[in-house]
């Protein structure tokens, strides 16, 4: 499953059930993912781009399998 595209509070964020990640300060954190997931907006990743713009990408242990992490 692929994550959402998510406006959280005011940062950019990508989110699926039981995990979610936000940018802030410039800087991929790791975040509640149920306070993602009640309390964020989803959007397309159109306007998501359209929001935020070119941002850096997500951490390499970013949503990947847990036996990995």
């Known amino acids: 499953m692929e994550?959402?595209?998510v406006l959280w509070e005011i940062w950019?964020?990508?989110w699926?059930?039981?995990e979610a990640w936000a940018l802030m300060?410039?800087?991929w954190v790791e975040v509640d993912s149920s306070d993602v997931g009640h309390?964020?907006?989803e959007l397309d990743e159109s306007a998501f781009n359209d929001l935020?713009?070119?941002l850096t990408a997500l951490?390499?242990?970013a949503f990947q399998p847990r036996r990995e992490r």
């Open 16 to 18: 699926l059930p039981g």
């Open 39 to 41: 309390n964020g907006r």
């Open 3 to 5: 994550p959402k595209y």
């Open 52 to 54: 935020f713009g070119r």
């Open 59 to 61: 951490p390499a242990i």
């Open 25 to 27: 300060d410039d800087k």
């Open 12 to 14: 950019p964020a990508r």
